[in-house]
């Protein structure tokens, strides 16, 4: 195919001596690596890729809670790993049991850091070298803008000009220290002036704000990562616990923790009311009672409700859950006590029937290992022969309903188990002759012998027990700040409006003498239907009140008989000055001539 040429299209470098041939591939600049480099910065600090960056941070975010995460829940993860036999190992290689310290997640949030600061510093030169700027001059036509008013007074020109640069810089009634315009004068000559002003930058500084907020969110939560703590601890009444990391439950921990940071405190609860409603049997107040000792001070009590959590070493101490502790001893086949203290049975529903694991791992001679699996039921109510239920979650007549295993409990095979499931794998369930299993029914102060001269077990008392969940993050405060920076620098950024305003003031010629023409004209940013009341409230403004002892017969009638309105619309009279707003133009048919 060959190469065309429209004619008379003559190119002033191509018949220079030494110049390529016509039609030859063109040789473009290659751009180094200082242009790549130059080129791929650009891209990571454009407001798409910004946007792009976050969208795939919370895309990145949702394995977290489809998969068990090892700094929640390391017992969970373990149970995965081993259900899933092949899928597990590859999800842990690539990192799904600890999403929000993976390399790939942690890529994404410092690239949209990165790609967030990169976008901000560049638009806070401009933005700080528009705001040291002037206002734009006077443009010498009004009649094209979309806002515009006129008038007349008999005031120099200079006067009215000043007296709109004062109207212009004047704040608000709720903020008048604050200008609401930048205002510039300025001599037009012929004895004409004018005044320029400009509003608006709020916006492009809400906006900065904003993404300033963003990235202090980033950087308080990614801060809050490192040094944050949670722990949880069930504590017994009329027993305690020191805030130390072997004497909680479960400790999740940042990074860049120091366990020798906590603060030494110890806790005990002395007693817990809880309050239901008689009819419906629905929960109304839980209160913890405690007395709380804080290195170097005297112990104090204090309370613990729902939502509202003690403050203790710095930490939040919430309070999380409740129920019953039964006090069991058990004694092995030869007499000697192979466990005692109190059991946390975790509640099932609304009447607390509570669920439970008694293990008995210290059992003497060769005798195997002991477990116990059943309910407590606070207020026992026989249904049937055997069949039992709880009637009101509080303890009128408790009762603890068992079932016996013997064996190995697998306490020492080093694979982490839950406290509150009894692992049946190496386990034989008693039964009796007949083959049925063997329940126990046990009330406070019986003891009942175990089957198969396994021991004895004696109920002895019934105590409460509270969850607590104590937590520090320290940047929660800023990520507060940040959160409500971000709302105020939208709010700004989408309802601050941008205009500009002007008015010239030009003497009236020798048909008005003494007279100035006064004219004003408005231009938004995008739509802004405030504008021309705007110019409206700034020329009536400047023009000021009518005279004192006018009246409505200096008013040219109208084609009604009425007196022609004033510049306020309401018929008052004005020899002093006259806003007249101009007709839009209309499309009208050219006559030929």
Known sequence: MGDYRPAGLDDAFSDRPGTETPGAPANLPQLGLTGWLRWTWRQLTSMRVALLLLMLLAVAAVPGTLFPQRAQDQAKVAEYLATHTELGPWLDRLGFFDVYASVWFSAIYLLLFVS????????????????????????RRFDRFPATAAGTSTDSPRQVVDDAAAVLRRGHRWAPFWPVYRVDVHDEGRGAWSVSAERGYLRETGNLVFHLALVGLLVSVATGQLLHYRGQAIVVQGRGFANAVVDYDTFEQGTAFDPESLVPFTLRLDDFEAVFDEQSLQSRDFTAHVTLTEPGQDPRAETIKVNHPLTAGGAKVYLQGNGYAPDVTIRDAAGEIAFAGPVPFLPQDEVYTSRGVIKVPDVSGDQEQIGLVGYLLPTAQQ???????????????????????????GLDTGVPQNVYQLDESRMTQAVDPAGDPVTLYVRPGETVELPDGLGSLTFEDLPRFVALDLRRDPALVFVLVFALAAFV?????????????WVRATP???????????????????????????????????????PDGDDASDNPPDEHGDPSPGPHGDGSPDQHSEVVRPAPPRATEETPT
């Open 116 to 139: 967030l600061v990169g976008c901000i510093l560049p638009r806070t030169r401009v933005h700080a070298r528009a705001l040291r700027g002037r206002p734009p001059r006077t443009p």
């Open 383 to 409: 249904l049937g022969e055997g069949i039992y239920r709880s009637s009101n979650p509080q303890p009128t007549d408790p009762m603890l309903v068992l079932s016996v295993w013997s064996g190995n409990l």
């Open 489 to 501: 620098g939208v709010a700004a950024s989408l309802f601050a409006p941008r205009r500009r305003v």
């Open 508 to 546: 009236a010629g020798s048909e008005g003498a003494g007279r100035t023409v006064v004219s004003a004209a408005g231009l938004a940013r995008g739509d802004d239907i405030g504008l021309a009341p705007e110019v409206d409230r700034v020329l009536a403004a400047t023009l000021g009140p009518p």
